[in-house]
């Protein structure tokens, strides 16, 4: 997916294991986003970042941590993964942020299951 | 709460009909509109934008009704490659995502 790019593409996790899902984006757009979806729930933003060095909570924050390295990555860590973290993450950024009348683009996302 | 609410469907389409899809908001206060497509297991993509005044992209048409806090999407002639998640996106002091509509177009 041109602009956004999401890495891993698929991961498993045992519960209580750690990892980082990375984010990066070449269009050089302030905000950025991570969010998940679930069956029958839509999308939940998780955090999201107005700027480089900034980040906020979303609607779920709960459970995780993230970081805005620099203006082009937005990583987001599980420090102790559980099953209800099992979900698909997408990675979106803004061209107008962060809540400008501009659509967002996302990532192609990161399918994550814990066991 | 902020609400976006759709009916989640399916909706079960023969080729070549025309489907519409409504969703309603609770904040009076949003001011942008959009229509995201998502195929199963990928990303959402933007459809289109809905703008006060109504649009139309080729078989696709969106109206905005203010007032009664409802967007709509209009698909005529649908394809088979409409099949797909359609998610009503709300913006206010934050984007809010429906939990989409699904659609199968069958042939």
């Known amino acids: 997916n041109a602009g956004v790019t999401q890495t891993p593409k698929f991961q498993v996790l045992k519960t209580g294991q750690s990892m980082t899902l990375q984010c990066a984006q070449d269009m050089n757009h302030n905000s950025m986003y991570w969010y998940r979806q679930d069956p029958g729930m839509g999308l939940r933003l998780i955090y999201y970042?107005?700027?480089?060095?900034?980040?906020d909570k979303g609607e779920v924050p709960n459970g995780y941590n993230v970081s805005r390295l620099n203006k082009r990555e937005f990583s987001l860590r599980l420090e102790s993964a559980a099953p209800s973290q099992t979900s698909v993450y997408f990675c979106?950024?803004?061209?107008?942020?962060?809540?400008?009348?501009?659509?967002?683009?996302f990532g192609d996302g990161t399918r994550l299951s814990i066991l | 709460r902020k609400e976006v609410e759709q009916d989640p469907g399916p909706f079960n389409v023969p080729e070549g009909a025309t489907v519409a899809f409504n969703c309603t908001y609770s904040?009076?206060?949003?001011?942008?509109f959009f229509w995201y497509r998502q195929d199963c297991r990928k990303e959402p993509k933007l459809l289109m934008s809905v703008y006060s005044s109504g649009n139309e992209d080729g078989r696709f048409t969106a109206q905005l009704n203010r007032a009664s806090q409802y967007i709509s999407l209009l698909i005529r002639d649908s394809k088979l490659s409409d099949s797909a998640t359609y998610l009503c996106?709300?913006?206010?002091?934050?984007?809010?995502f429906g939990k989409g509509t699904h659609l199968i177009i069958q042939p």
């Open positions: 996106v709300v913006s206010a002091d934050g984007l809010t």
């Open positions: 904040n009076s206060a949003s001011q942008s």
């Open positions: 970042s107005a700027s480089e060095g900034t980040t």
């Open positions: 979106a950024i803004y061209p107008q942020g962060p809540w400008g009348n501009q659509p967002q683009h």
